[in-house]
C-alpha cells in the first residue's frame, strides 16, 4: 500500500540553525500538507500546497518558514533560523485531490528537537 | 472558524468491551469531511474512519463505527471488542469545503486498553 515517508526520524539542532524537514508524499497525490504537534498539544496545520505554489498557510507559518517541490517526488519544510519553541513533532501529509478522496495520508513524522 | 472539542481527556475500557469517544465540531457549513485518526506510542497519525457529511448511513470499519449526528454537529467513535493495540491517542478532526483543504484537530483522548 502506498505510504508517506518523512526523513529523518528524529532531527536534534541548535537554536538559530537551519533545517529542513523532508517528505516524499503518495505518488498520485497532487495536494500536500505539513502540521506539527507540539508534545502534548493538539495537531496544527502549517501550510497546503498545490500545483507548486501555497494554497493555504496559518498564522504559525511565519516567514521563517517555507516549503518547496524541489523535483518531482520531495517535498519539503524549511526552517531558516530555529527557535526552541520549534520544537515539535512534524507530519507531512498528502491527498489526491483530483479524485475527490479528501482524505489526508500522514507520514510517520519528523520529531525536531531544537536546543 | 471552524472548531473541534473532544470533551474526554482520558478513556479506559476492558479488553473485549466497547468504548465510545465523543467528538462536538462547529461550522457553519453545510458540506465537509470527519475523521478519526489513530495516535500509537510511536506518534504516527493513522486514519481510523471517515464520513462525509452528506451521507446519512453512518461509516463503519470493521470494529470501529461512527455516530454521526448533523444537527447535533456530534461524531463519537465506537470501538467495539477493544483490543490490547487499540490503545492510542484518538483525535477527531474536520475538513470542510469552502475554506481550504485543511483538517482541523480536537485536543485528542487517551485510550486505555486494560487487560
Known amino acids: 500500500e502506498p505510504e508517506v515517508t518523512q526523513t529523518p526520524s528524529h532531527q536534534v539542532t541548535q537554536m538559530g540553525q537551519e533545517v529542513i524537514l523532508r517528505c516524499v508524499p503518495i505518488s498520485n497525490h497532487l495536494y500536500f500538507y505539513w502540521y506539527r504537534q507540539i508534545l502534548g498539544q493538539k495537531v496544527e496545520f502549517l501550510v497546503s500546497f498545490y500545483n507548486n505554489e501555497i494554497s493555504e498557510k496559518s498564522e504559525i507559518f511565519d516567514d521563517q518558514f517555507s516549503v518547496e517541490r524541489p523535483d518531482g517526488s520531495n517535498f519539503t519544510l524549511k526552517i531558516r533560523s530555529t527557535k526552541l519553541e520549534d520544537s515539535a513533532m512534524y507530519f507531512c501529509?498528502?491527498?489526491?485531490?483530483?479524485?475527490?478522496?479528501?482524505?489526508?495520508?500522514f507520514g510517520p513524522g519528523t520529531r525536531l528537537t531544537v536546543l | 472558524a471552524q472548531t473541534v472539542t473532544q470533551s474526554q481527556p482520558e478513556m479506559s475500557v476492558q479488553e473485549a468491551e466497547t468504548v465510545t469517544l465523543s467528538c462536538t465540531y462547529d461550522?457553519?457549513?453545510?458540506?465537509?469531511?470527519l475523521f478519526w485518526y489513530k495516535q500509537p506510542p510511536s506518534r504516527q497519525m493513522i486514519l481510523v474512519i471517515r464520513?462525509?457529511?452528506?451521507?446519512?448511513q453512518n461509516a463503519t470499519e470493521n470494529r470501529f463505527s461512527v455516530n454521526f449526528q448533523k444537527a447535533a454537529k456530534s461524531f463519537s467513535l465506537k470501538i467495539s471488542d477493544s483490543q490490547l493495540g487499540d490503545a492510542a491517542m484518538y483525535f477527531c478532526a474536520y475538513k470542510g469545503m469552502e475554506y481550504g483543504n485543511k483538517l482541523v484537530f480536537g485536543a485528542g483522548t487517551i485510550l486505555r486498553v486494560k487487560s
Open positions: 501529509a498528502s491527498s489526491d485531490a483530483v479524485a475527490g478522496t479528501d482524505t489526508q495520508y
Open positions: 461550522t457553519s457549513e453545510s458540506d465537509y469531511y
Open positions: 464520513q462525509e457529511a452528506y451521507k446519512q
